[in-house]
C-alpha cells in the first residue's frame, strides 16, 4: 500500500527513481503490480511488473512465499500481474531503480495526421530504447489533425524551470510551448495536478476556483475522494436521471500495437469522441519473459491510449465500452482491466489465458479464498 508518492520522495533523495512511475501520486506500487502501471519511461523499461525483482505474497492459506524469476514460485511470479488480488497480496517487493538528473528538457513536436506521427513515435522510441541516457515519451491527441509527440531528456541545468502544480496547467502548455524545462520531481508528477484534464469536472481548471482551492487540495487524491463520494451518493445518476440525460462512462487504457495504431485511432475519433487522449507507447522489457496473464509480443512497440470521461449516447447501457473492446480484439491489443468490462466469460478467459490461471489458482489458492479474475473484474462481485 506504499504510494509512489512516498517512493519516489524517498528514491530521489539518492537520486534515483524507479524505472516505471504512474502518473498519479495516489497509485500504489502493490496495487500497480497486481493491476497495471505505465508511464513515459516504458518505452523502454516496459509495464511496472516488468520491473519488479522481488515479490513477498501473502496467499489465502495464510502462507507468506518470496518469488523470483529463477526461484521454486517463479511460475507465481510471471503469473501475479494482471491477477487484481486473486491469487494473493503484496506485501513487500523490491523494484529496480535508475539514476536521474536534476532537470528534464522537454520538446513538444506537433503532427497533423495520425501515419506520420505514430511512425515519429515509432522511430523516436527505437532510437532511445537503444541509447544509455535517460528518456521519457509521451503524447497528447488534441484532435486527428492536431497531435503532440513529447520527448523529456535530462538535463544538467536548466535556464528556467516551469512549475504546473498550482495555477498553471500543464497539459495546456504542450499546444503552447516547443521547448519546456521542469525539475525531475515535477516532471514525474506532471500529470496529476490536473489528474491529466479530468480536473475540468471539478471545476478547478477555472483560474478563480482554483485559486480559491488552493495548491495544496490541487492533486489525485483529492479528486478520488470526490469521485469516492459521488459513486457513495450516486449524485450523477440521480443529476443524469433529473434532467433526462443519458451518459455512458468510458474509462479505458487499451495497447494497441503501433502499426495498427493509426486505425484505432480513426475508429475511436469518430464512434467514442473523447479529447483529449493521452498516448504512452511500450514494449516488453525482455524478450525471453512472459508474463501468463497480461502477454504482449515481443519486440513489439504498443501504443497505450488512455481516455477517461462520460459520453452522451442514445444506446443501451455498455454499447460504447463494448465497441471499444470488439475493435481492441481486432487490432489485436489488450485491454487493462481496472475499467468496466463487458467480456461473455467465455471469451473472457480466452483472451486472459484460462488455462495458466486455473493451474495458479489449483496451486495458491486450492481453498478459493479469493475471488476468480472474471467475478472480480466484469461482474464486480
Known amino acids: 500500500m506504499t504510494t509512489y508518492e512516498k517512493l519516489v520522495e524517498e528514491t530521489l533523495k539518492y537520486g534515483l527513481m524507479p524505472t516505471v512511475v504512474p502518473q498519479l501520486k495516489s497509485i500504489t506500487i502493490g496495487g500497480a503490480v497486481s493491476g497495471g502501471g505505465i508511464e513515459s519511461s516504458s518505452f523502454k523499461y516496459g509495464l511496472v511488473h516488468e520491473t519488479i525483482e522481488e515479490l513477498e505474497l501473502l496467499l489465502g492459506d495464510g502462507r507468506i512465499v518470496i518469488c523470483r524469476r529463477n526461484n521454486k514460485y517463479k511460475d507465481l511470479f510471471y503469473g501475479f500481474p494482471n491477477s487484481y488480488g486473486t491469487l494473493g497480496y503484496v506485501l513487500r517487493l523490491k523494484v529496480r531503480l535508475v539514476k536521474v538528473p536534476s532537470y528534464i528538457k522537454l520538446t513538444h513536436t506537433k503532427y497533423t495526421d495520425a501515419k506520420s506521427y505514430f511512425d515519429a513515435v515509432n522511430s523516436a522510441c527505437k532510437k532511445y530504447r537503444k541509447s544509455k541516457s535517460l528518456a521519457f515519451i509521451d503524447g497528447s491527441i488534441f484532435s486527428e489533425n492536431e497531435m503532440y509527440l513529447t520527448l523529456a531528456e535530462g538535463a544538467g541545468t536548466a535556464p528556467y524551470v516551469s512549475d504546473y502544480t498550482y495555477m498553471n496547467i500543464y497539459y495546456k502548455s504542450i499546444r503552447n510551448k516547443t521547448i519546456d524545462y521542469m525539475t525531475i520531481k515535477d516532471y514525474i508528477w506532471r500529470w496529476d495536478t490536473d489528474w491529466f484534464w479530468c480536473s475540468k469536472n471539478f471545476g478547478v481548471?477555472?483560474?478563480?476556483?482554483?485559486?480559491?482551492?488552493?495548491?495544496?487540495?490541487?492533486?489525485?487524491?483529492?479528486?478520488?475522494?470526490?469521485?469516492?463520494?459521488?459513486?457513495?451518493?450516486?449524485?450523477?445518476?440521480?443529476?443524469?436521471?433529473?434532467?433526462?440525460?443519458?451518459?455512458?462512462?468510458?474509462?479505458?487504457?487499451?495497447?494497441?500495437?503501433?502499426?495498427?495504431?493509426?486505425?484505432?485511432?480513426?475508429?475511436?475519433?469518430?464512434?467514442?469522441?473523447?479529447?483529449?487522449?493521452?498516448?504512452?507507447?511500450?514494449?516488453?522489457?525482455?524478450?525471453?519473459?512472459?508474463?501468463?496473464?497480461?502477454?504482449?509480443?515481443?519486440?513489439?512497440?504498443?501504443?497505450?491510449?488512455?481516455?477517461?470521461?462520460?459520453?452522451?449516447?442514445?444506446?443501451?447501457?455498455?454499447?460504447?465500452?463494448?465497441?471499444?473492446?470488439?475493435?481492441?480484439?481486432?487490432?489485436?491489443?489488450?485491454?487493462?482491466?481496472?475499467?468496466?468490462?463487458?467480456?461473455?466469460?467465455?471469451?473472457?478467459?480466452?483472451?486472459?489465458?484460462?488455462?495458466?490461471?486455473?493451474?495458479?489458482?489449483?496451486?495458491?489458492?486450492?481453498?478459493?479464498?479469493?475471488?476468480?479474475?472474471?467475478?472480480k473484474c466484469v461482474l464486480r462481485k
Not at 206 to 217: D, E, M, P, S, Y
Not at 225 to 238: C, H, P, Q, S, V
Not at 297 to 320: A, C, Q, S
Not at 354 to 374: G, S, V
Request: net charge positive; with cysteine; glycine share 4%.
Open 205 to 375: 481548471q477555472n483560474k478563480f476556483i482554483r485559486f480559491l482551492v488552493g495548491k495544496r487540495f490541487l492533486r489525485s487524491t483529492t479528486y478520488w475522494k470526490i469521485r469516492a463520494w459521488a459513486g457513495r451518493t450516486k449524485i450523477l445518476d440521480k443529476m443524469d436521471r433529473f434532467f433526462a440525460v443519458k451518459k455512458e462512462s468510458v474509462i479505458q487504457d487499451v495497447e494497441i500495437p503501433v502499426g495498427n495504431a493509426a486505425e484505432f485511432l480513426r475508429f475511436f475519433q469518430k464512434e467514442i469522441g473523447i479529447t483529449p487522449v493521452w498516448m504512452c507507447p511500450t514494449q516488453p522489457f525482455d524478450d525471453k519473459a512472459k508474463y501468463d496473464l497480461y502477454m504482449m509480443k515481443p519486440e513489439t512497440l504498443y501504443i497505450n491510449f488512455g481516455f477517461w470521461d462520460v459520453v452522451k449516447t442514445g444506446r443501451e447501457d455498455g454499447y460504447l465500452n463494448k465497441r471499444i473492446e470488439s475493435i481492441v480484439e481486432k487490432l489485436r491489443g489488450k485491454k487493462s482491466l481496472y475499467s468496466t468490462s463487458y467480456y461473455e466469460e467465455k471469451r473472457f478467459w480466452e483472451l486472459y489465458n484460462k488455462k495458466n490461471y486455473d493451474k495458479l489458482k489449483r496451486k495458491y489458492d486450492a481453498h478459493h479464498k479469493f475471488k476468480t479474475l472474471y467475478d
